[in-house]
């Protein structure tokens, strides 16, 4: 063979061998494009698996906040009961003779015990709805006050 077709082959060869490199490089670029689609699609399983997992702890931990209110606000009315009670056993132990029940009671809310208990009551009865106690407002005051 001449010189001529010995380089004619040896480019026919190298022509060949490129594009068997390149018929394996576009086998591979499908591969890692199936690859890159299949892990494009357990990403978005992924986002979407701790979205629901966010939302169910959400859900667990209003679930807990209302659970605890709830107790709260049981209670707080227990406690406003107690005092109702308390305040009625106070105003029987310094009700006068022939004094009537209502005039006692409130001679029982001038006393040091009686203004304690009434301001359990209202507390317990604010908590109950949700509203402001007496602690809320003393601690606004002393935030103001620095």
Avoid: W
């Amino acid at each position: 063979m001449s010189k001529e077709g010995q380089r004619y082959a040896a480019e026919l060869k190298r022509l060949e061998d490129r594009k068997k490199e390149l018929e394996d490089a576009l086998g591979r670029l499908a591969r890692d494009e199936a690859d890159a689609e299949e892990v494009m699609e357990l990403a978005t399983l992924v986002e979407q698996l701790e979205h629901h997992v966010e939302t169910a702890r959400a859900a667990a931990d209003m679930e807990k906040t209302m659970t605890k209110t709830k107790d709260v606000r049981k209670a707080a009315a227990l406690n406003r009961q107690a005092a109702e009670a308390e305040l009625d056993r106070l105003a029987k132990q310094i009700k006068r003779p022939g004094e009537i029940f209502e005039k006692a009671y409130s001679r029982a809310l001038d006393t040091d015990m009686g203004r304690a208990l009434m301001r359990s009551h209202d507390d317990a009865a604010a908590l109950e709805v949700g509203g402001i106690t007496s602690m809320d407002i003393d601690e606004a005051c002393k935030n103001l006050a620095r």
